[in-house]
């Protein structure tokens, strides 16, 4: 038996989220006396990270049925590696792909799932059990998985990646997807050409209505440039077009939950608490000092953005330049 | 064109949450109950549009308790044409998946839709599970969905991008924001969901994958630290000596 964690390569390096997977399986794994094995499409990247975050061995699936991602080819591919390794626990970030594989694997061998987990499981003789966020980030709830196999998708940023100097084992596996066709037809790829993909930033920085237009984002692409940030938007500046729908966070948007969230020109409605109030630390800036988002944050200015942002980024200069 | 929405009863949003029975057990009491807004805003809606355009039929489909039906109804007047409610404890997502893919597995739907994810769980497995069990295609967060013949073309969120795709029908979807704009049901939708179908279906037996041991209230922050405004770097120096953020 192995604990096997599903990874991914993006923009050319190991996802973080995979690599806090695989760390969490080296944990389960310690304490059931097994070890990590961890598996990805292709691999065509430095996979040296898998190795250090815990992977005792890394798996290459290959078929070319896997080149572009379909979620029934991608399934049958890890339920054979998971029969073959004899996995008994299998881990997927809670992400795109998460989302849309984990639920097939664990119909496929009848598994329990926890979806969107957030703390390690506590074990304890056959007791397995997970917490994970329900209500949107209001309560947290502890399942217990009763199936012999087990399955858990992991909300990303739940825990700082640890890697050590360690090196696994890389191999092929070769999947045989012969019989199994897909009829979806994969017409057009449009990528999102931003350079920090929004649920992976540690620091966000976020803007709503109270920056008047969109003419106005210039000082909050600045902040979050001084930051090492990316950007992000409450629903109504993406319902404007304002900013790109992929930017919208809250409920009916993107869900996050960076290390450090800040909001500017956004009131707080609990909508948008929803996508965010996983974020570690929140800090809001609002000309209204009645702004509900206040009582959510860790820090506050209450002050007009169009003073307030150009001295923060100044202050933030001063500060990287003092760094170094 | 016959279309199945499945439908899950959440508490509103905006409902303070609370549990009883030892933190076992959400507490009812006071809590309004609606139909999942993804559920509804985008998979009903945009069935409902497909139906009005192409012809068809949409029916809803609920795993749950007597209790929901209220929310049903409401799917109803908005303008479904029958619904089904499986008398079975929606314990997790495959023990909903299994009730639906039972019920639907001969029934000859064209299309099977639901939300991204309900408000209540968050999980989004419904859709992938019911895929695997009813061995149909699977598209998850569709933001676009259209259908010319037998021929389904749908945008949906990838990771890092967004894709388009055609798929032939029959097909399982899961949507997300941009399938549709909500509708509000007007007094003769709510006149007409009280005479509209519903049946009870009993369910198959299923066996319980996973159960919630305890729930606890996630706890609030601590009183805001304001910063004057003239002196933004005051919270820069905060962020990097106490909150370790930068």
């Known amino acids: ?324 | 064109m016959k279309i199945l929405v499945c439908i899950s009863n959440v508490p509103d949003t905006t409902t303070k949450i609370g549990f009883t029975n030892n933190d076992t057990t959400l507490n009812t009491a006071g809590v309004q109950f609606v139909i999942n807004p993804y559920d509804e805003w985008y998979a009903l809606v945009r069935a409902l549009e497909l139906k009005e355009t192409l012809g068809g039929n949409v029916t809803i489909i609920h795993v749950g308790g007597a209790d929901s039906e209220p929310t049903i109804r409401k799917g109803l007047a908005i303008g479904a044409d029958d619904a089904v409610r499986i008398d079975a404890e929606p314990n997790d997502a495959f023990a909903v998946a299994e009730q639906i893919a039972a019920y639907a597995k001969d029934k000859g739907f064209d299309l099977i839709m639901a939300g991204k994810e309900t408000i209540s769980y968050n999980s989004s497995m419904v859709g992938g599970m019911l895929a695997e069990l009813l061995n149909l295609p699977y598209i998850s967060l569709a933001t676009k969905l259209d259908v010319a013949g037998s021929v389904a073309t749908i945008e949906h969120d990838i990771d890092g991008g967004t894709e388009v795709v055609e798929c032939p029908l029959p097909l399982i979807l899961s949507a997300s924001k941009g399938m549709s704009e909500a509708r509000i049901p007007n007094m003769r939708g709510i006149m007409a969901a009280r005479s509209k179908p519903l049946t009870v279906v009993a369910p198959i037996a299923s066996d319980k994958l996973t159960n919630i041991v305890s729930y606890k209230l996630t706890a609030g922050r601590t009183d805001c630290k304001y910063i004057d405004a003239s002196t933004p770097e005051k919270l820069v120096e905060l962020l990097h000596t106490e909150a370790k953020a930068i």
């Open chain 1, 1 to 324: 038996m192995s604990v096997l964690v599903y990874t991914e390569i993006g923009k050319g390096k190991i996802k973080k989220a995979s690599l806090e997977a695989v760390n969490y399986g080296r944990r389960i794994a310690a304490e059931l006396n097994t070890s990590v094995t961890a598996i990805i499409v292709g691999g065509d990247a430095d996979l040296s990270d898998l190795g250090k975050a815990g992977a005792k061995k890394v798996l290459k699936l290959k078929n070319d049925k896997l080149a572009n991602f379909d979620g029934k080819y991608l399934a049958e591919a890890i339920e054979q590696v998971a029969t073959a390794e004899n996995s008994t626990i299998i881990i997927f970030s809670h992400d795109f792909t998460g989302k849309e594989v984990a639920p097939r694997i664990a119909a496929k061998f009848k598994a329990g799932i926890v979806a969107g987990a957030v703390g390690n499981p506590v074990i304890s003789g056959d007791s397995f059990s997970v917490m994970k966020n329900v209500f949107s980030g209001k309560a947290t709830a502890m399942y217990s998985i009763n199936s012999a196999k087990k399955i858990i998708s992991l909300l990303p940023n739940s825990f700082p990646v640890i890697l050590m100097d360690e090196t696994a084992e890389v191999a092929d596996f070769a999947v045989n997807l012969d019989n199994i066709t897909s009829p979806v037809k994969v017409k057009e790829v449009k990528k999102d050409t931003s350079e920090l993909n929004l649920p992976d930033a540690e620091l966000v920085v976020s803007a709503g209505r109270g920056m008047k237009g969109p003419e106005n984002w210039g000082m909050i692409e600045e902040l979050a440039k001084s930051l090492g940030a990316a950007t992000a938007c409450s629903r109504p500046v993406a319902d404007m077009h304002w900013r790109p729908h992929h930017e919208h966070v809250g409920q009916t948007g993107v869900a996050i939950r960076p290390n450090l969230y800040f909001a500017i020109g956004i009131s707080g409605a609990i909508q948008h608490l929803a996508g965010v109030n996983g974020s570690k630390t929140i800090v809001v800036i609002n000309s209204d000092k009645d702004a509900p988002f206040f009582k959510s944050a860790d820090y506050g200015i209450v002050g007009d953005a169009f003073e307030v942002v150009p001295k923060l980024i100044q202050a933030i200069k001063d500060f990287k330049a003092n760094q170094n």
